[in-house]
């Protein structure tokens, strides 16, 4: 069974960049597409972005709108999450999920969930 491990979380200052990736096990990575999500303490679990098998479509929050950028390279199994001028609020658990039925903004069924990368944002 496919398995989702992301990566590249850390502590950044407000401004800096990050780049998470989302890397897949197994052969079918391509027949999904892969979002990613993140939850804060005590919050609910945010969408964040999308993208979709084959990178034709990407979805954003409008938290994420000129910040982030998705993208996936299905070579290496492995999408990516750039974050560039972050802020205190974008501190969370950063979660990818994978949806083989994608829908915008994965908001119907999640076949897989990662089990997430903190990234901490200081003022």
């Known amino acids: 069974q496919m398995q989702l491990v992301e990566s590249g979380g850390g502590l950044v200052q407000a401004g800096d960049s990050l780049r998470l990736s989302c890397t897949a096990s197994?052969?079918?990575?391509?027949?999904?597409?892969i979002g990613w999500f993140r939850q804060g303490p005590g919050k609910e679990r945010d969408f964040v972005a999308a993208?979709?098998?084959?990178?034709?479509?990407?979805y954003y929050a409008d938290s994420a709108k000129g910040r982030f950028t998705i993208s996936r390279d299905n070579a290496k199994n492995t999408v990516y999450l750039q974050m560039n001028n972050l802020k205190p609020e974008d501190t969370s658990e950063y979660y990818c999920?994978?949806?083989?039925?994608?829908?915008?903004?994965?908001?119907?069924?999640?076949?897989?969930w990662g089990q997430g990368t903190q990234v901490t944002v200081s003022s």
């Open positions: 197994g052969p079918t990575f391509s027949r999904f597409g």
């Open positions: 999920a994978a949806s083989e039925n994608m829908t915008p903004r994965l908001t119907g069924r999640v076949d897989l």
């Open positions: 993208i979709n098998r084959n990178a034709v479509n990407t």
